[in-house]
């Protein structure tokens, strides 16, 4: 059965520092892995999706390495904004599984002070 | 393009009661999930369809069903509300045979409330 962690749970920086962001997923026979962003009480926003023969994805300040060996995706935000300020999550879908069901890791709250 | 639309936003009804929410998937998308977010559970895949037939279902009891028609539309209900029902309900959808490949996008959700 496919686990899906995130670490930290919460994290808290600065204005302008560079965010690390970590998933891990326990079967590595993944087809891809998607980042989500979340606002409180508000539903999910796509980040990036990192196919499985990809080693990473990029968009503006926002890049996603992906090493299925070791099982690991890492999300990096450069020169971090307020604005920034919201839940992280990560999911694979299930591989044995029809297309549509999605592994949430738990979530990554950052928090980013002025 | 319009994305996922989902309504209503905001819900609150009494135990005991039904409910139904609707989302819309983006133009041209054929499957549309469910999940159910919580602070203690996180997200939990509640069913999906594609082309109107039901292709997988998690682990949730038989007071949550849904439906989807033919323009892809999706229903979900609940019947007889219980306060643990009380969740952000989130739909998801994709283009469908190339979701793996092609990801989901997701709507803003439906706040349900039990009183």
């Known amino acids: 059965k496919q686990e899906v962690t995130q670490i930290p749970a919460a994290l808290s920086v600065p204005e302008g520092e560079n965010l690390v962001l970590n998933c891990s997923f326990t079967?590595?026979?993944?087809?891809?892995l998607q980042w989500f962003r979340q606002d409180p009480g508000k539903g999910l926003t796509s980040l990036l999706l990192?196919?499985?023969?990809?080693r990473e994805q990029t968009s503006g300040r926002l890049n996603a390495s992906l090493d299925k060996s070791s099982g690991r995706s890492t999300l990096y935000i450069a020169a971090s904004q307020p604005g920034d300020s919201a839940t992280y999550l990560c999911?694979?879908?299930?591989?044995?599984?029809?297309?549509?069901?999605?592994?949430f890791g738990a979530g990554t709250q950052v928090v980013v002070t002025p | 393009k319009a994305g996922v639309t989902q309504t209503p936003r905001y819900l609150i009804k009494t135990r005991g009661q039904q409910v139904t929410l609707s989302c819309s998937p983006i133009?041209?998308?054929?499957?549309v999930s469910w999940y159910q977010q919580t602070p203690g559970q996180g997200l939990q895949f509640l069913f999906e369809?594609?082309?109107?037939?039901?292709?997988n279902k998690g682990n949730f009891p038989g007071r949550f069903s849904g439906r989807q028609f033919s323009n892809s539309r999706s229903e979900m209900n609940v019947s007889t509300l219980e306060l643990g029902d009380s969740a952000l309900y989130l739909c998801?959808?994709?283009?469908?045979?190339?979701?793996?490949?092609?990801?989901?996008?997701f709507g803003s959700g439906t706040r349900l409330t039990v009183v």
């Open positions: 079967d590595s026979a993944i087809y891809n």
């Open positions: 999911a694979v879908p299930f591989l044995t599984d029809s297309w549509g069901k999605l592994q």
């Open positions: 990192i196919q499985s023969s990809q």
């Open positions: 998801a959808s994709s283009i469908g045979e190339r979701a793996r490949t092609q990801g989901y996008t």
């Open positions: 133009s041209g998308h054929r499957s």
């Open positions: 369809y594609f082309s109107e037939t039901q292709r």
